[in-house]
């Protein structure tokens, strides 16, 4: 069993120790639930910020510990300084130290587009997410069959949330639908935790201009922002390379300096 795998067991596992009728009561009761949400595509494809999606991660099962130290608050409000086109926030504790508090504190402080990272594999997720105040949830078409894709893009648009699906290769592209806003392709091969960036080089012409192409995972330098560009990408999903330094907001906001030199 590779380390996807292994996720995506233990995240079933903790899905069948919910009563979802209860849970969901409880979500639609959340002072979030009705809100207008922020859109992340718009974001994104504004001229006036960076691109970036500066991710906040405490650990990976790849790296372990990156940082334990920073705090939300800290982290997210520096990113938001930064101007940042939005926040990514892993809710995925055992693989790597996030929660749904963790979102909720975001959000709190924060208002700009914040992109729930989880391994997303059943509906009560996605009210979830809903609930806590995300405004775009991450598909993963590598964990989904084509008919999930549909299924559960459908729901989060009518949550008026924004869908990234995530791909990793050419024919992960059939599971596209009318509800996409934005296609992603993760440099990170997530059977082995390997980085490729020429991955999104590769798949970029695959990828229809209609839609806003993210890339991520394995990006550390404002060179590669300025290449990947070239080939249509109006997104940087950036975590690591922030959250590995003492002052992972400065780090972002010099980088975000760098790229309009």
């Given at each position: 069993m590779n380390i996807l795998e292994k996720i995506i067991a233990d995240k079933r596992?903790?899905?069948?120790?919910?009563?979802?009728?209860?849970?969901?009561?409880?979500?639609?009761?959340?002072?979030?639930?009705?809100r207008e949400t922020f859109s992340l595509k718009r974001n994104i494809n504004d001229n006036f910020l960076s691109g970036i999606i500066a991710e906040f991660k405490r650990q990976s099962p790849s790296k372990g510990i990156i940082n334990n130290k920073s705090t939300v608050e800290e982290v997210t409000t520096a990113y938001v300084n930064a101007q940042v086109s939005g926040i990514s926030m892993l809710t995925n504790e055992k693989y790597f130290g996030g929660n749904i508090q963790d979102l909720l504190i975001a959000r709190n402080l924060n208002k700009i587009p914040i992109l729930r990272k989880e391994f997303i594999v059943d509906e009560f997720q996605i009210i979830e997410s809903k609930s806590i105040g995300a405004d775009?949830?991450?598909?993963?078409a590598a964990i989904l069959t084509k008919e999930e894709i549909l299924n559960f893009s459908r729901l989060a648009k009518?949550?008026?949330?924004?869908i990234l699906l995530e791909i990793h290769e050419e024919s992960e592209l059939d599971a596209l639908n009318q509800y996409i806003d934005l296609v992603g392709v993760n440099n990170r091969d997530l059977k082995t935790f390997v980085t490729d960036i020429e991955l999104s080089k590769k798949l970029a012409h695959q990828i229809s201009n209609d839609l806003t192409k993210v890339t991520e995972s394995g990006?550390?330098?404002?060179?590669?922002?300025?290449?990947?560009?070239?080939?249509?990408?109006?997104?940087f999903l950036i975590g690591e390379n922030f959250m590995k330094t003492a002052n992972p907001g400065e780090a972002c906001n010099k980088f975000i300096r760098e790229i309009y030199r």
């Open positions: 596992k903790e899905l069948t120790q919910i009563n979802f009728k209860e849970k969901i009561k409880d979500f639609e009761k959340s002072s979030f639930f009705n775009a949830i991450l598909l993963i009518s949550l008026k949330m924004e990006l550390n330098e404002v060179k590669e922002i300025k290449e990947l560009a070239e080939f249509g990408y109006k997104g």
